[in-house]
């Protein structure tokens, strides 16, 4: 499967949000990730769908919605109906999952499921024959640049072998900590979509950051 690079917007300058994305379409960007939180699943508050709105008519790119929230069910169509292209939700949140992701590719959206770090692989077994991505949290969610849990690394190869076995197709994303210093090992593990957000927005070229971590995945 293509590497692809998918940047946080969490990290970027929101006050030129469009600037920012052209920024990083420039240095070859797949995907924009955006992080969903509610001060309540995880312990920080970010956006909303408006805000998933504003990024979506700011760029052609993939519009892929992490949502780090209680109660997803709740808001599925708003993010879908905003523009995401793919929605994922945690496994951790979620009573009834087979549901909750049918819902989502029923209303014309990809499904993603998330683990937190402390989440084994083997809870999604269940439902990996329906899901288009699994997205493994690499450090703890609510707040961008953290450390990368070391451990995350053997999740992403217990995934990736059961996707082969299987013959299934979903994308692995790994969200947390990824950096030029740990994102080649991140990919030969058997990661497909990167989300990297301080990495590149934190930088003084955000081009040049965006370019440098393609190329480390290409």
Not at 103 to 116: F, W, Y
Not at 202 to 211: G, L, Y
Request: aromatic fraction near 8%; proline fraction near 3%.
């Amino acid at each position: 499967m293509k590497k692809l690079l998918a940047p946080s917007i969490l990290n970027a300058d929101f006050t030129n949000i469009a600037q920012q994305i052209r920024y990083v379409e420039l240095g070859g960007a797949d995907w924009i990730h955006c992080d969903i939180m509610d001060g309540h699943f995880v312990p920080n508050l970010t956006f909303g769908p408006y805000i998933v709105k504003a990024i979506k008519k700011s760029t052609n790119l993939i519009v892929d919605s992490h949502l780090m929230i209680s109660n997803p069910d709740s808001l599925i169509e708003d993010f879908i109906e905003a523009g995401s292209d793919y929605v994922t939700v945690h496994q951790e949140a979620v009573v009834h999952l087979d549901r909750t992701l049918n819902k989502i590719k029923d209303l014309g959206a990809k499904a993603g499921v998330s683990i937190n770090p402390s989440t084994p692989v083997s809870f999604l077994y269940e439902v990996l024959e329906i899901v288009d991505l699994v997205l493994i949290m690499s450090v703890n969610p609510g707040f961008g640049g953290q450390k990368f849990i070391q451990n995350s690394v053997k999740k992403i190869q217990q995934l990736y072998k059961f996707r082969s076995e299987n013959n299934l197709n979903f994308l692995i994303q790994v969200d947390g900590g990824v950096n030029k210093n740990n994102i080649e090992q991140i990919s030969d593990a058997g990661c497909d979509v990167f989300v990297v957000g301080q990495s590149i927005f934190k930088n003084d070229n955000i081009t040049a950051s965006t370019i440098e971590l393609k190329n480390l995945i290409s």
